[in-house]
């Protein structure tokens, strides 16, 4: 099995539940796509603005469609008991964390497969390339991590489904900007270069958010 | 022991805001030129509003925050001397 | 605890000696700026009271690093109280910087680096203290506000720098205030004075807060002692204790 083994098998038992009953991706999906089409709305689009505008109702929709599905993620956990066994289990609280990440960022990207191709056609704005492929990776990375986290502390309190976004949000703030901005210059038509200070800002977001969560889990589902 | 503690605590934030000031006096930032030239246009005497405002707000909130705190603590502190004493009266009575 | 009230009325006295003092050389004593005007002293409360919205981040991280190696509570009660009081002094640091901002940048708000991180940052901390409100209580509930501690000081310095490099990759903005190059050495010594008084405040309210915490945690307890002896005597309901203490 070795140091990997346990964590897949976790990432694995959450994408056979997921496999079977579709809720985590279908409710991620619909959200995200809904908040395009709102922001299409409430947002005048125009040939200039929307290079500019759309990487941010992009991100908005990838955040805001990340807290429910991460908040899914551990409310089936904990209405079933099934993370008092997940604790019971012979693993380590980080191979509980690093799978549940895990399970997390598969989600998430299984999602915006969908999503990127939508938004490119509704906002026209080309952002199926490599480099936003590797930006949104990135960025789901940390947002994932930091999310697994900040979704197994809000599980624990009374009004959860406000607590989750209430405390990741603002976190995820650097992420989010870093995230919008090498979209954009990508979606402009610009090069890796472009992008490159934002990349790294991700980069170093995704870093320090990894360790931290990966050090801080284990005191939250202390008992 | 306690007075000590809490002198102790005005040194070390002391010491903690002096370090920030002198981070902050380093990296002074520069006036831009549409910054100085609102500035002109202004005329200084139709800002008192604001900066009583400023004060204002800040001894109010310093003030509000003061008050909540110390009414809050003799409630406190009257709770627990009636629980004390119920617990007094109870292991008598037992 | 009786014993520590005279001191306290002391350092009650002194604070408000010294803010009259700080308010007599902000209005009277201190020259007027000669670019700003008058709103210039506002920078006199702005600038403290901004710094040490930055240190109570520090001071809850500090706190809860603590808490989560010692497990002692006092130090969990020691990152709440900074926690409460940093959000009421980062909630005046962007009101005052709000109302100074509007006469001299002819906006009430703009996306400048340290606003940015002064807002996200409160925010974070706002999220803690509800957090202690929703969270369960005892060691539980005080673990994960630590680690929202901990992750809002370790966030800060990423905010920052992601605000800054936003701001300038947006030109055009209007940045920084432009009264602090050209302070005179009365200037200096006024922004001193209030920088000791409203630190000498703010450790005031801290210490306050702290006890009110202490005082909370003494009240858990009785009543849990309480509770216990009126289970066991079976002379009065768990409920009758409880209605008693909070006559």
Known sequence: MGVLGPIWAIARKDLLLEFRNRDIVVSLLVFSLLVLVIFNFAVELTPVNRFVVGPGILWVAVAFAGVIGMNRAFIIEKDRDALDGLMLAPVSRDTLFFGKALGSLVFMLIAEAVLFPVFTVLFDVDILRVETAVIAAMATFGFSAAGTAFAAMAVNTRSREIMLPVLFLPVISPLLIAAVEATARVAEGGSWSDAAQWIQLTAVFDIVFFVAAAVLFHFVLED | MKIRAGAALVIALMALVATAAMAMASGEPQTSEVARAAQQETNPNTNLGYLFAIYAITWAGFFAYIFLISRRQRELEREIKQLRQMLEDRGRAA | ?247
């Open chain 3, 1 to 247: 605890m009786r014993g520590t009230v005279p001191g306290r009325s002391i350092w009650l006295a002194a604070n408000a000696a010294l803010m009259a003092i700080t308010l007599w050389m902000i209005f009277i004593w201190v020259p007027t700026e000669a670019n700003l005007g008058v709103i210039q002293r506002a920078l006199y409360f702005h600038v403290p009271i901004a710094i040490i919205s930055l240190v109570a981040v520090v001071l809850v991280a500090i706190g809860s690093v603590t808490y989560l190696v010692t497990n002692r509570a006092r130090w969990d009660w020691f990152a709440h109280a900074s926690a409460e009081t940093g959000v009421l002094v980062g909630a005046l640091t962007l009101i005052t910087g709000s109302i100074w901002a509007r006469p001299i940048w002819n906006v009430w708000w703009t996306w400048d680096a340290k606003l940015t991180t002064t807002l996200i940052l409160w925010f974070i901390f706002v999220g803690y203290l509800m957090l202690r409100a929703y969270a369960p209580a005892g060691g539980q509930g005080a673990r994960l506000a630590a680690i929202v501690g901990i992750i809002g000081a370790i966030d800060a310095p990423i905010i920052y720098f992601a605000a800054d490099l936003w701001r300038t990759a947006h030109p055009g903005r209007i940045a920084g205030p432009g009264a602090e190059g050209s302070m005179t050495s009365e200037m200096g010594w006024t922004l001193l004075v209030s920088m000791i008084a409203i630190v000498s405040a703010y450790s005031y309210m801290l210490v306050e807060r702290y006890r009110v915490r202490r005082a909370e945690a003494a009240v858990e307890a009785l009543s849990r002692d309480a509770s216990l002896i009126s289970a066991r005597g079976a002379s009065a309901s768990r409920a009758d204790v409880l209605a008693a203490g909070r006559v």
